[in-house]
């Protein structure tokens, strides 16, 4: 998945074939995420080198969004590696000055995920998780 669209439409198509518990409004929050990271990748990170994204259940023990206690929610992990072994940052005002004219991206997906992971490759690059409760 090298482009944002292309990613967006992998993890809709996924989400869809994951059924119904699926279709949440934690969908437009994981497609927003998706997007910006992949973004990210190609316009800071030298371009994607490579993308997963996939569904599992969230464990009531470690994810309080569940429906009721037997029926566990999913979420969406999603890992894109790129090119550039430097972190990913913004301005920690990125989200609160709207006359800013970018540094968003990297605010809004750790803003919007339950968890984020930044790791550099041995042989170069980075690999950054995300997890997104759906």
Same mark, same amino acid.
């Given at each position: ?14 989400l869809r074939d994951a059924?119904p518990a699926a279709a ?20 800071? =990170? $030298?371009?994607?080198? +490579?993308?997963?994204? &996939?569904?599992? *259940?969230?464990?009531?023990? /470690? ?38 004219? =970018? $540094?968003?991206?990297? +605010?809004?997906?750790? &803003?919007?995920? *339950?968890?984020?992971?930044? /790791? ?15």
């Amino acid at each position: 998945m090298t482009t944002p669209a292309r990613a967006r439409r992998f993890v809709r198509q996924l989400l869809r074939d994951a059924g119904p518990a699926a279709a949440t409004d934690g969908e437009a929050d994981a497609l927003l995420a998706v997007s910006e990271l992949v973004t990210n990748a190609n316009l800071h =990170g $030298g371009g994607v080198t +490579a993308f997963t994204a &996939r569904t599992e *259940a969230a464990s009531p023990a /470690t994810d309080r969004s569940t429906v009721d206690d037997r029926t566990p929610r999913l979420r969406l992990r999603v890992v894109v590696e790129d090119a550039d072994s430097r972190p990913p940052r913004s301005h920690p005002r990125a989200l609160l000055d709207p006359a800013r004219p =970018g $540094g968003r991206g990297w +605010a809004l997906v750790t &803003r919007l995920a *339950a968890t984020c992971e930044v /790791t550099v490759l041995p042989g170069g690059g980075k690999r950054i998780s995300v997890t997104l409760a759906l």
